[in-house]
């Protein structure tokens, strides 16, 4: 006996219920189930981000990033307002420290203008002081449209909206799909709350996204592994050293966008987040350990080849993950009155990267369709922010 839905969305992330959202609104009297494994939604990567709406200056002119976020980030704000969800477009500026870091700082400015970012411009070490008065570099931009958000916030009010519109559909929590059968006219899933069946479903599996799709027969060029990222907060007595969003000039090489302050929608403070390999894909102690992930990642030679080609990077990563010391060091770069009293450690994420066979990470989002099935393979940052334009890419493909 199976359940019958219309569509079926798997993962209850915030690119999964974006997706379900959207779906809904283009089909109000077709039926939606979304299958979420944990007992809630957002329990991994969009509950455990930064809480940043990005602006879009990173990201490669032309790229889906590039052309999704700052689409995704008006949609994502006007949804917050409509829905009273917790946000703030508070602004942010990115702080170089040293001259060596100048043409990076210029070259991400150049992208900024190339991608249309709002009210982008260059501030001076004065200029940098009025903003943030703790902070000192010799040179930032001042990103306006960068803000913060309750993401898990954002995903229950997805629930709200999508069971208003139409009452048949419905969330079921505690569901882990354990089987996959694509048929010419639907498919069937296994899962641990019984059998469901639907014309199309949509997976967003997040840190479990190549596990589903093998799943599914789906052939793959890529490896989810997994890079935890650990935050410290400012204790509240130097919780005023910072007003709003201060990130340090990237590393072009990585994807990461280096430890950075982030002023939270409940008015905390948060540094970080550094990036590490993790033993465990969804484990978020520094000795967690799961001997499947470890084996997958490690067998992997995609992984062996990043490990190979910025090891140094590797090591540097992780000594900072066992030194607050060390981790401190590296935020008195923008901040040097900061000391290792002003923080406290906090929680921590853990970030699905797929690494492709020749060890390279892959930095851009990547869709898949198998029959009437679609899979979103990789969705890194920023999915979050961009998350209702990629969802309407997604349904195009419907």
Same mark, same amino acid.
């Given at each position: 006996?199976?359940?019958?839905?219309?569509?079926?969305?798997?993962?209850?992330?915030?690119?999964?219920?974006?997706?379900?959202? %959207?779906?809904? +609104?283009?089909?109000?009297?077709?039926?939606?189930?979304?299958?979420?494994?944990?007992?809630?939604? *957002?329990?991994?990567?969009?509950?455990?981000?930064?809480?940043?709406?990005?602006?879009?200056?990173?990201?490669?002119?032309?790229?889906?990033?590039?052309?999704? =976020?700052?689409?995704? #980030?008006?949609?994502?704000?006007?949804?917050?307002? /409509?829905?009273? $969800? !917790?946000?703030?477009? =508070?602004?942010?500026?990115? $702080?170089?420290?040293?001259?060596?870091?100048?043409?990076? +700082?210029?070259?991400?400015?150049?992208? *900024?203008?190339?991608?249309?970012?709002?009210?982008?411009? @260059?501030?001076?070490?004065?200029?940098?002081?009025?903003?943030?008065?703790?902070?000192?570099?010799?040179?930032?931009?001042?990103?306006?449209?960068?803000?913060?958000? &309750?993401?898990?916030?954002?995903?229950?009010?997805?629930?709200?909206?999508?069971? /208003?519109?139409?009452? !048949?559909?419905?969330?079921?929590?505690?569901?882990?799909?354990?089987?996959?059968?694509?048929?010419?006219?639907?498919?069937?899933?296994?899962?641990?709350?019984?059998?469901?069946?639907?014309?199309?479903?949509?997976?967003?599996?997040?840190?479990?996204?190549?596990?589903?799709?093998?799943?599914?027969?789906?052939?793959?060029?890529?490896?989810?592994?997994?890079?935890?990222?650990?935050?410290?907060?400012?204790?509240?007595?130097?919780?005023?050293?910072?007003?709003?969003?201060?990130?340090p000039v990237p590393n072009p090489k990585f994807p990461f966008l280096g430890v950075h302050f982030t002023r939270?929608? &409940?008015?905390s403070i948060e540094c970080g987040p550094n990036a590490v390999f993790t033993f465990k894909r969804e484990g978020?102690?520094?000795?967690?350990?799961?001997?499947? &992930?470890? +084996?997958?990642?490690?067998?992997?030679?995609?992984?062996? %080849?990043?490990?190979?080609? #910025?090891?140094?990077?590797?090591?540097?990563?992780?000594?900072?993950?066992?030194?607050?010391?060390? @981790?401190?060091?590296?935020?008195?770069?923008?901040?040097?009155?900061?000391? $290792?009293?002003? $923080?406290?450690?906090?929680?921590?994420?853990?970030?699905?990267?797929?690494?492709? @066979?020749?060890?390279?990470?892959? &930095?851009?989002?990547?869709?898949?369709?198998?029959?009437?099935?679609?899979?979103?393979?990789?969705?890194?940052?920023?999915?979050?922010?961009?998350?209702?334009?990629?969802?309407?890419?997604?349904?195009?493909?419907?």
């Amino acid at each position: 006996m199976f359940n019958k839905y219309d569509f079926i969305v798997v993962g209850g992330g915030i690119v999964g219920l974006a997706s379900a959202y %959207k779906l809904q +609104l283009k089909f109000p009297k077709k039926s939606i189930a979304i299958l979420e494994k944990e007992n809630e939604v *957002g329990k991994h990567q969009t509950g455990r981000n930064s809480g940043v709406m990005h602006s879009g200056i990173y990201y490669k002119p032309g790229s889906y990033k590039a052309k999704n =976020c700052k689409n995704g #980030h008006q949609q994502l704000v006007e949804f917050a307002k /409509k829905t009273n $969800v !917790k946000h703030d477009v =508070c602004g942010k500026i990115i $702080v170089a420290t040293t001259s060596q870091e100048l043409p990076i +700082l210029e070259d991400v400015y150049r992208r *900024g203008v190339k991608n249309e970012t709002e009210g982008i411009c @260059f501030l001076n070490a004065d200029e940098i002081t009025q903003k943030e008065p703790y902070i000192k570099g010799i040179k930032a931009i001042w990103v306006p449209t960068a803000g913060i958000i &309750d993401y898990v916030g954002v995903c229950n009010s997805f629930v709200k909206e999508i069971t /208003k519109i139409n009452l !048949k559909s419905k969330l079921f929590s505690s569901c882990e799909v354990i089987g996959i059968n694509s048929l010419n006219n639907g498919t069937e899933l296994k899962t641990t709350k019984g059998n469901f069946s639907a014309d199309q479903v949509l997976f967003c599996g997040g840190l479990q996204s190549d596990r589903i799709a093998q799943k599914d027969d789906l052939k793959l060029d890529l490896r989810i592994v997994g890079f935890r990222g650990d935050y410290y907060e400012l204790k509240s007595e130097a919780s005023h050293k910072i007003k709003n969003l201060v990130y340090p000039v990237p590393n072009p090489k990585f994807p990461f966008l280096g430890v950075h302050f982030t002023r939270m929608v &409940d008015g905390s403070i948060e540094c970080g987040p550094n990036a590490v390999f993790t033993f465990k894909r969804e484990g978020y102690q520094k000795n967690s350990f799961n001997l499947k &992930d470890t +084996l997958e990642a490690l067998t992997f030679k995609g992984t062996w %080849k990043l490990f190979g080609r #910025h090891w140094r990077k590797g090591i540097d990563e992780y000594k900072r993950a066992f030194s607050k010391h060390l @981790f401190v060091k590296e935020l008195q770069k923008m901040m040097p009155s900061l000391t $290792v009293e002003d $923080v406290q450690p906090t929680r921590s994420g853990v970030r699905a990267q797929a690494i492709d @066979f020749n060890g390279n990470m892959v &930095d851009d989002f990547k869709i898949e369709k198998k029959n009437n099935n679609i899979h979103v393979i990789n969705a890194p940052s920023p999915a979050a922010t961009a998350c209702l334009a990629i969802a309407d890419e997604i349904i195009d493909k419907i």
